[in-house]
C-alpha cells in the first residue's frame, strides 16, 4: 500500500486526479466511482482537466460502489443521481455507460449477483476511487464484512446511517443498501483511497497500520498489489 500525505485537501484532489488521469489517457478505462465528500475534489479536479486539458472520458464505462435499496435511480439522494451531479453530467462519459446497481429492484439479491457478473464481464474495473468511513468501511461494507464479500445486500450500520442523515433532511435514511464486496473491491486492477479531516484519521491508522481484520473493512487494501492511500494531514495525523 503505498501512502502519499499531502498538504492541502486542494492537492489531495490533485494528486488522485493525477492517478486517474494516467489510467485514463491510455485507453478504455473501467472506472470505479464512489460517492461522498471524500472524492469530489478529485472529481472536480477530473472535470476541469476534461474543460481545459482536453481529457476525455468518451471511451470510459464506469461502475459505482454502491447504492441505497428501496430509492429509484433517479431519487435525488440515489448514488446514480448523485455520482451524475458531482460527475459524470460535467464530462463526456457517455450515460449508457455509467452502470449502478437498481436498489428499487423487486429482487434485490439478484440484482447483487447481477451487479457483480456485469463488472466481471466488462473485464473487471482498472481503477477504483474509494472513500472511507469514519468507521473504516468502503463502499457500504461495515465492520465484520467478510474479506472475500461480492455485491450483496447489506444491513447500514447506526453509525453510517447518522454520518448520512444530513443528507436526508426529514426523511429516513435507508436502513438497507447493495454495495460492492470487498472480493469484488479487491479485484480492481488499481484502487486509489481518498481521506480527509480528523474525523477520519483512526480509521486510516487503522487501515494503514493495522491488523488486515473485517474489524476495519479497509484494511483489507493492504492485499492489494497496487492501492494508493492519498491523505490531508489531518486525515494522516495519526500514523
Ligand atoms: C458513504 C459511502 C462510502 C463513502 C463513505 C464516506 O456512506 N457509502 O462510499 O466512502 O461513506 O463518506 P464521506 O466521504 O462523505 O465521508
Redesign the pocket.
Known amino acids: 500500500m503505498q501512502v502519499i500525505i499531502c498538504e492541502s485537501p486542494e492537492q489531495v484532489g490533485s494528486r488522485a486526479a493525477d492517478i486517474i488521469e494516467v489510467r485514463v489517457r491510455q485507453g478504455p478505462a473501467v472506472l470505479g466511482l ?6 469530489s475534489g478529485t472529481y472536480r479536479e477530473l472535470i476541469r482537466r476534461h474543460r481545459e486539458e482536453q481529457l476525455s472520458f468518451s471511451d470510459a464505462t464506469a461502475f459505482t ?2 447504492e441505497y435499496a428501496g430509492l429509484p435511480l433517479d431519487h435525488d439522494q440515489s ?1 446514480h443521481s448523485t455520482i451524475r451531479r458531482e460527475f459524470v453530467d460535467h464530462v463526456d462519459l457517455p450515460l449508457s455507460r455509467l452502470l449502478t446497481p437498481h436498489g428499487d429492484a423487486e429482487d434485490l439479491r439478484a440484482e447483487a449477483v447481477r451487479y457483480d457478473e456485469a463488472i466481471r464481464e466488462a473485464g473487471g474495473v482498472d481503477i477504483q476511487i ?5 468507521n473504516g ?4 461494507n461495515e465492520p465484520t464484512s467478510s474479506l472475500n464479500s461480492r455485491t450483496r445486500v447489506k444491513t447500514l450500520a447506526g453509525a ?1 446511517r447518522s ?2 442523515a444530513r443528507f436526508f433532511p426529514g426523511g429516513e435514511v435507508p436502513q438497507l443498501c447493495l ?1 460492492q464486496g470487498l472480493g469484488t473491491i479487491r479485484e480492481a486492477h488499481q484502487a486509489v483511497l481518498v481521506a480527509l479531516g480528523a474525523n ?1 484519521a483512526g480509521a486510516v491508522r487503522a487501515m494503514v497500520e493495522g491488523p488486515v481484520s473485517a474489524f476495519c473493512p479497509a484494511s483489507v487494501l493492504q492485499l492489494h498489489p497496487r492501492a494508493v492511500v492519498v491523505l490531508d494531514p489531518e486525515a494522516a495525523s495519526q500514523l
Open positions: 464512489a460517492t461522498g465528500s471524500s472524492p460502489l454502491d448514488y474509494l472513500g472511507i468511513g469514519a468501511h468502503i463502499g457500504f453510517t454520518d448520512n454495495t477520519k
